[in-house]
């Protein structure tokens, strides 16, 4: 650099320090966790590989959202879309239920709130940072063109100038208006299931008791309680199947018959999309303790569940939430 400040032994961390908030970026550019991450560490290694050509005329952060871009834009060249069930066919009535897996490129994937979610000292500033992370939120971003997509966040999530953006993105600031006008209306036609989730940060009283009836209800595998529960236009979702359900009907119904081998489960709490959510165990007649078998992610609004969806590919899931593949059975369960 051209102050000659920067040291091997202190580019590393300085770079590491933009880890999180790069994350989060690629991520609501990609929609995919590890494609996220494989796209930070390649900007990171970019960076490191040509410091010497940054010459400081904008900061540091500036110049690793410009490379983050670039890799971002050469991976969606493809055109590949992520999405929800919901967005690719219509409900499935519970009698015509069908498993069917398609590819994991297909699927919108879930990311801890740790890994995209950087601190932040300003309430405001950290609640749009989750909302912009939900699940219909990044399922909303898939419908803009890639530059479109980077203006949009760089604008209303990162709270970047006009001017900023246009110097990122080597275009004008008139261009940058013109895009951010076209993004913001195709998200208003893009708005989606789930869209209407209203999770307090930090959740307050009515969240936190309906989030504890609901861990009671799953646990306890009682159909009438979680009934109580769901909003009458309830979705649940299984990627990577491709079928969704609506409505606490078939939603229980599924539970109680497709999906039977649940009762007993347990779930442990975790931060997923901006969202409350849970990584579920269920009983393995094997070990006699518990698998994983989903991660899933709750939507809730006007005190009732909205949205409860299931990510299954749990070997991939597990391990970037930090939970084991396998938990025993507590002492005083077993007695």
């Keep these: 650099m051209s102050d000659g400040t920067t040291t091997t032994a202190g580019l590393d961390a300085r770079l590491e320090e933009h880890r999180t908030e790069l994350t989060g970026y690629c991520y609501r550019m990609l929609g995919s966790s590890f494609e996220a991450e494989d796209a930070v560490q390649d900007t990171l290694v970019r960076a490191w590989r040509s410091i010497e050509k940054f010459e400081g005329r904008s900061s540091l952060r500036s110049w690793l959202y410009r490379i983050a871009t670039n890799v971002c834009l050469d991976m969606l060249s493809a055109g590949n879309k992520r999405a929800r069930p919901m967005d690719l066919s219509e409900a499935t009535p519970l009698a015509q239920v069908a498993l069917n897996p398609r590819p994991e490129n297909t699927w919108l994937e879930p990311m801890p709130d740790a890994r995209v979610l950087p601190a932040s ?43 900023e953006v246009s110097e990122l993105l080597e275009t004008s600031v008139a261009s940058v208006n013109s895009a951010l006008q076209r993004a913001r209306a195709t998200l208003a036609e893009h708005k989606g ?9 930090p959740l307050d009283e009515e969240q936190k ?14 159909m009438a309680a979680l009934t109580a529960l769901l909003h009458e236009d309830a979705i649940m979702t299984m990627p990577p199947f491709d079928l969704w359900l609506r409505g606490p009907a ?11 081998s649940c009762a007993g489960s347990q779930l442990r709490p975790v931060e997923v999309n901006g969202l409350p959510g849970f990584a579920h165990y269920k009983p393995d007649p094997d070990t006699g303790g518990f698998s994983a078998w989903a991660v899933q992610v709750l939507e809730i609004s006007a005190g009732r569940i909205t949205g409860y969806h299931c990510f299954l590919d749990v070997k991939r899931w597990f391990p970037l939430f930090g939970f084991p593949l396998d938990i025993e059975r507590e002492a005083d369960e077993a007695e």
Excluded: C, N
């Design 121 to 163: 000292a300003d309430p405001a500033e950290a609640a749009v940072a989750k909302e912009s992370v939900r699940l219909a939120f990044m399922a909303a971003l898939q419908h803009l063109p890639p530059k479109q997509r980077a203006v949009l966040i760089l604008r209303e999530v990162l709270a970047w100038q006009a001017s």
């Design 209 to 222: 008791k309906l989030l504890e009836r609901y861990v009671a209800a799953f646990e306890g595998y009682d």
């Design 250 to 260: 078939d939603i229980t119904g599924f539970m109680s018959t497709i999906g039977a």
């Design 193 to 201: 299931e789930g869209a209407d989730a209203a999770v307090s940060d």
